[in-house]
């Protein structure tokens, strides 16, 4: 074996690259080089063990991710055939090649989150229930959290009697929405999932031809994994164990999509025999931002205790800004950044991170008046964009004559007489033969029940089709043939540009993506569009632009910058309202706070206001608890009055308060003194109510205490 396939590792890295047989658990903190080791273990796999390219599953969970990784295999080992994607891409793949027992074919499309939302609202139209009521994305939400537990409708029809009309109701759509993707030979994300573990299941029936397709299973950011995708591996690696996982519980953030951490937690007892070994030689970050990441996730007690050093300098102290209301908090965040880019950090090396995305548009008015250019990673994407949507709905036709919703989008797009009168009718007809709207479509009797118009507007329809049919086997090829019989520039050009968005630019923006497509695959259009539907938010981000990013902090989850600032950092908005009564959700949210800190390399900026406008309306905010968790030695400079966050402001209370006190709060109760910080009307107490586990930070001057004798 060549002695460079080792070189640069440290100890602890070595010794999961040479792991040999049998479960591997590597706990990988923060900035620790996971995707080096991950990388070096499959060329030492290939190299050092002989295991074919081919017999080896490396799974993470973005695309960015995936390519990182495939391109440092790639440095080691020739692409012979490695299995390298998301798990989402992993099962499709699966699934295209063994799509029978699913009951799919091989051209199956892929819906993504506003399809699901048009097909369950034809649902709900089609019931005879009024949509405005019976709103398609709560039941979408409701229909994901049954197929995330693998629950079947009729499952799901036993537990929503149990609750109430909403539930119910959302049970029958789930079993028309299900008839619905079958008919039109369909797969959701969700089913993507599902159908490949269905699939690998039947493996039980004796094929073995998935449970025995691997030698050797690698699996990245393990603690994000849900209950299909455990169960997914764990079939997969059951034959011979040979299951290496990554991740770190300190950093399992998504809970809210059915990630479970205790997969992660639980792996050496799920798989007995587990060698484990910890990743704590942090390379990213300054000693600062590691010091206080560390001792705010010691809070936590579901995790596995780590240790990250970093031979790096302390960095300069963590700056914690306490503004008026979230307008000044803005525009306060944008002179740092302007400070931070006058002082030479590059602008696509600065992110600012907030809990949700309303946080963003007083940024956004901020770096405008500012003149700082930024890019909302997350928001409203370039795939989502309407002219988009319409010419890769063409293509999903063309792939999938049986995909309803890409057919019922485009009908008449650009407009050619087939009005809602004639869609409604035809959608009657396909009920009435149980076809599809383009089959149907080619029955003569139900184009001769049409008026003339609509009779031939369909046959235009139909001739465009069979037109574009011959041009699909390159993804270029069939979009630029779907824009020129269509006429859609002209049509694109008609509707004008919105919110500074040129239509026609986007338009050749999707040309030249599906020529660099079909340069480095073989895959056409439907490898084009089954690419382009697993597409996440990381993907969309433009990581060499150089602008200043703005983004959730789910969002920047793998990514890393110089400088990051967060906003935001109230209670009730980051650690959330609906995390608050709950000890796991808190427990969430102080690793989502955690993920924040440590995706700094160099300096962290955090800021909280003491007035923002939520649920309609203007209040006083109380900074977050995560910020008293921060050693004051790592902070810039203020004193601890300056920097522990203020409770709500109300009128009231009194000055005379010791350590020991005992006092009685409007709102939470009796509790007893702990500390007493500052004097005047700047003067704080730290209580320890008798409901409540953390102790409060509050403003004597108007917080509504009174002393118990």
Known sequence: MPRTLLEALNPAQESAVEHGEGPLLILAGAGTGKTRTITRRVAYLVQARGVP???????????????????????????????????????????????????????????????????????????????????????????????????????????????????????????????????????????????????????????????????HVLVDEYQDTNEIQYLLVKALAAEHLNLAVCGDPDQSIYRWRGADIQNILDFEHDFPGTEVVRLEQNYRSVRNVLKAAQAVIRHNRSRKEKDLVTEREDGPPLTVQDSPDEEMEALTVAQKVREWVRAGTPQKEIAVFYRTNAC???????????????????????????????????????????????????????????????????????????????????????????????????????????????????????????????????????????????????????????????????????????????????????????????????????????????????????????????????????????????????????????????TGAPGPQTGSRFLDEIPEMLLAGESEEDVLPEQTVEEGGSSDFAAEDWVQHRSFGVGRVEKVIGSGINQRVVVRFEEEDDARHLLVAYAPLEKLE
Request: aromatic fraction near 8%; charged fraction near 35%; glycine fraction near 6%.
């Open 53 to 215: 390219a081919s017999r080896i599953l490396a799974i993470t969970f973005t695309n960015k991710a995936a390519r990182e990784m495939r391109s440092r295999i790639r440095e080691w080992v020739p692409d012979t055939g490695m299995w390298v994607g998301t798990f989402h891409a992993t099962c499709a793949r699966m699934l295209r090649m063994d799509p029978e027992p699913i009951g799919r074919s091989r051209d199956f499309t892929i819906q993504d989150e506003d399809d699901r939302k048009r097909l369950i609202r034809s649902i709900i139209k089609d019931l005879g229930w009024d949509p405005t009521v019976f709103k398609p994305r709560p039941m979408q939400t409701m229909i994901s959290s049954w197929k995330r537990r693998r629950m079947e409708p009729a499952a799901a029809a036993e537990e929503a009697a149990l609750y109430g009309m909403k539930e119910e109701r959302a049970a029958v759509v789930y079993e028309r929405y299900q008839r619905q993707l079958a008919k039109q030979d369909a797969l959701d994300f969700d089913d993507l999932l599902g159908k490949g573990l269905e699939l690998v299941n039947l493996d039980a029936q004796g094929a073995r031809r998935w449970t025995r397709r691997f030698d």
């Open 360 to 614: 963003s548009r007083p940024l956004e008015g901020a770096f405008t008046r500012l003149q700082l250019p930024y890019q909302v990673v997350g928001g409203l994407s370039f795939f989502e964009r309407r002219e988009i949507k319409d010419l890769l709905a063409y293509g999903r036709m063309l792939v999938n004559p049986r995909d309803d919703v890409a057919v019922e989008r485009i009908l008449n797009v650009p407009p050619r007489a087939i009005g809602k009168t004639t869609i409604e009718r035809l959608r009657a007809y396909a009920g009435e033969f149980d076809e599809g709207l383009l089959p149907v479509m080619r029955r003569s009797e139900v184009r001769e029940a049409l008026g003339a118009r609509a009779k031939k507007a369909i046959n235009g329809f139909l001739a465009l089709y069979v037109n574009l049919s011959d041009r699909s086997a390159k993804a270029e090829d069939a979009l630029r043939a779907t824009i020129d019989r269509t006429g859609y520039r002209r049509y694109a050009e008609a509707l004008g540009d919105t919110e500074d968005v040129d239509r026609l630019e986007n338009i050749d923006e999707l040309l030249a993506f599906a020529s660099e497509y079909d340069e480095r695959s073989d895959g056409g259009l439907r490898g084009f569009l089954e690419e382009v539907a697993l597409l996440t938010d990381h993907d969309r981000w433009e990581e060499g632009a150089q602008r200043v990013s703005l983004m959730t902090v789910h969002t920047a989850k793998g990514l890393e910058f110089d400088r990051v600032a967060v906003v935001g950092l109230e209670e009730g908005l980051f650690p959330h309202v609906r995390a608050l009564e709950d000890p796991d959700g808190l427990e969430e949210e102080r690793r989502l706070f955690y993920v924040a800190l440590t995706r700094a390399r160099e300096e962290l900026f955090l800021s909280h206001s003491r007035l923002r406008f939520r």
